[in-house]
């Protein structure tokens, strides 16, 4: 593994696995993998409160994981490089804790 995914991985696995908010954060994460996306179409399309997918979106971009481009209501938000380049590092924590959510919200049915 690449010397840049240790830092990656530990910032990762705070941000997804050891925050509240973390499910929330993947699936922002994984919208925005596909296409990128403003925050009015990720809210829409994650069924999550604008306010909070801003938040969110604020947060990754402070921690370098998203950047953007334009301003605005119309700001579209893509993965940074760093995350591109190392989204499997994201998809083995993912595939480690979406589970447990997945079963979680499942269980709450």
Known sequence: MPAVASPLKRLLWWLIAGTRGGESRARIIL??????????????????????????????????????????????YFLSNEMEANFSVFEEIWGKIGKKENKRRGGDK
């Open 31 to 76: 919208s925005i993998h596909d296409i990128p996306k403003n925050a009015n179409q990720l809210s829409e399309g994650l069924g999550i409160e604008y306010k909070t997918v801003r938040h969110h979106l604020d947060v990754m971009m402070k921690n370098g994981l998203i950047s953007s481009v334009g301003e605005g209501y119309g700001t579209t």
